[in-house]
């Protein structure tokens, strides 16, 4: 994690009032000079000032293609901004209001702990193993699966992205986020027996050389800090206090809460999903709770509520705040561009080529098929 100074005085302890009307006039004062991005998981008192509202991919794109902006103003965490440096213009600079905003996912997964399991794979099972990596990596880890020929996913491609892997090789390694691995491979028919999940803590990943060499798919032992909160018992709750009611739920949840929904998918699936859906239908979303909340709000015609009874929020996506936007918005008015986000050339050079890998993967946005139960561990 990066260190963030304390915010500084005035800024720190403006009253609220003061703060949002201040912003509001420092982002008219720069105009064209300044885009803000604000991905679904920020708070609303943020994504009112968004220019642009979406996932991370998505967000990064936009403001690639925002030619007049010169200052990216990224309301999201670390490794979105870091993708938006991979892939904005070389006149544009883009800022994370607060350094501190990591991903606990994304930490999950460093350079050298791919480097020593890929040196063991290479030696257990030449040339067999394609790396994957999902959106949610350090630039580091996606200039890692670049160089070794794999692409970058996002939760909407993903099995898009499987199927094209698993032409080129026997084996996927997928970093950093073990449940959608999981449940993107079990949706495409490859059972629980076949995928083995790679420990970067322990020796061999904690695994046999015979379990490594026979996986079909090995998992990075990583998770979402926010939707591993999903248990499997707050499907039948949900479902006694609400009946009728469709449970939605994001593959970064646990498989066997997506084997008990009724829908998995990416955040953008989630939401048109329940936009298309009818008025009086019921939800109950597996997802943060600031989309969550803000779902409820946009359709008041349905009922929408989180599937679990606890606050499933990003707390370091809650860094990004009203003070922490103001301070870089008026230092760019002074000139000064505080928290910018860099990747160096090199690591921009091969994470670009797992982006563009993406990229020409046929079509995207297929949701992750959920199967009905299988007991965890069950054999072809
Ligand atoms: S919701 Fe999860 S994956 Fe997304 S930024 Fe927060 S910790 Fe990372």
């Not at 009032?17 to 006039?25: D, M, Q, Y």
């Not at 943020?46 to 200052?71: E, M, W």
């Not at 009611?245 to 329940?274: F, R």
Request: with cysteine; glycine share 6%.
């Amino acid at each position: 994690m990066l260190h963030q100074q304390p915010l500084p005085e005035p800024w720190a302890s403006l009253p609220e009032s003061e703060t949002l009307h201040r912003i509001r006039a420092a982002k008219a004062a720069l105009g064209k000079k300044l885009f803000i991005l604000g991905h679904h998981y920020q708070m609303d008192e943020i994504i009112q000032f968004a220019d642009a509202r979406g996932d991370s991919y998505r967000l990064s794109q936009v403001g690639s293609q925002q030619t007049d902006a010169r200052f990216i103003v990224f309301c999201g965490v670390h490794f979105m901004a870091e993708s938006a440096d991979i892939l904005a213009q070389p006149h544009q600079q883009v800022i994370l209001p607060d350094l501190a905003a990591g991903c606990s996912m994304a930490d999950m997964a460093t350079f050298d702990q791919s480097e020593d399991c890929w040196a063991t794979l290479q030696d257990l099972a030449p040339g067999k193993t394609i790396p994957l990596t999902y959106m949610n990596s350090s630039a580091a880890i996606k200039a890692f699966v670049g160089k070794n020929g794999g692409s970058v996913t996002t939760s909407s491609n993903c099995r898009t992205a499987f199927e094209w892997a698993w032409k080129q090789k026997d084996k996927i390694l997928f970093i950093p986020d073990e449940h959608l691995g999981r449940n993107t491979a079990f949706g495409m028919g490859v059972p629980l027996s076949r995928m083995a999940v790679w420990n970067p803590a322990l020796p061999n990943g904690g695994l046999t050389d015979r379990q490594i060499r026979d996986a079909k798919i090995l998992l990075w032992k990583g998770c979402c800090s926010v939707h591993q909160k999903f248990g499997p018992a707050d499907v039948p709750k949900v479902r006694a206090a609400l009946p009728g009611v469709n449970v939605i739920v994001h593959p970064e949840c646990k498989w066997e809460v997506c084997q008990l929904a009724d829908h998995v998918g990416s955040t953008d699936y989630i939401i048109k999903t329940i936009a298309a859906a009818p008025a009086g239908s019921k939800w109950a979303v597996g997802t943060e709770i600031h989309l969550t909340n803000r779902l409820a709000h946009e359709h008041p015609d349905k009922t929408v509520v989180s599937l679990a009874g606890i606050q499933c929020l990003c707390s370091t996506m809650f860094r990004i705040d009203p003070p922490h936007l103001l301070w870089v918005l008026e230092n760019l008015l002074e000139g000064r561009v505080v928290n910018r986000i860099t990747v160096d050339a090199d690591t921009k050079k091969w994470a670009k080529a797992a982006l563009d890998r993406m990229l020409a993967l046929p079509g995207s946005g297929s949701p992750v098929a959920a199967k009905r139960p299988e007991p965890v561990g069950a054999a072809d």
